[in-house]
């Protein structure tokens, strides 16, 4: 019983910065990996990067160094600072939550919320 609420998605031209951000609401416990996706017309949705409840991270090696996951003040929120962005990195970005209960695993996801990177 987890509800995702994001924001933060819009129009920048390329080398501009966005900032989205997930809201966490409901069973936050325990073991859990949060992650932000994302997915363009006529592709895959493929994930950008991901955050545990241990504080580990990793990153698409085509976001590395440019993206950054973290959790801002509380983890029932976390964000995706995005640096120097490409046109390439236009997609709906869609956060995840996936929940670990034992064996057990619950996927949860938000509304997702545009990002258009051109000039």
């Known amino acids: 019983q987890v509800q995702l609420v994001e924001s933060g998605g819009g129009l920048v031209q390329p080398g501009g910065s966005l900032r989205l951000s997930c809201a966490a609401s409901?069973?936050?416990?325990?073991?859990?990996?949060m992650a932000w996706y994302r997915q363009a017309p006529g592709k895959q949705r493929e994930l950008v990067a991901a955050i545990t409840s241990g504080d580990s991270t990793n990153y698409a090696d085509s976001v590395k160094g440019r993206f950054t996951i973290s959790r801002d003040g509380t983890k029932n929120t976390v964000s995706l600072q995005m640096n120097s962005l490409k046109p390439e990195d236009t997609a709906i970005y869609y956060c995840?939550?996936?929940?670990?209960?034992?064996?057990?695993?619950?996927?949860?996801w938000g509304q997702g919320t545009q990002v258009t990177v051109s000039s």
């Open positions: 995840n939550f996936e929940k670990r209960l034992g064996v057990a695993r619950y996927d949860y």
């Open positions: 409901g069973s936050i416990f325990g073991t859990y990996v």
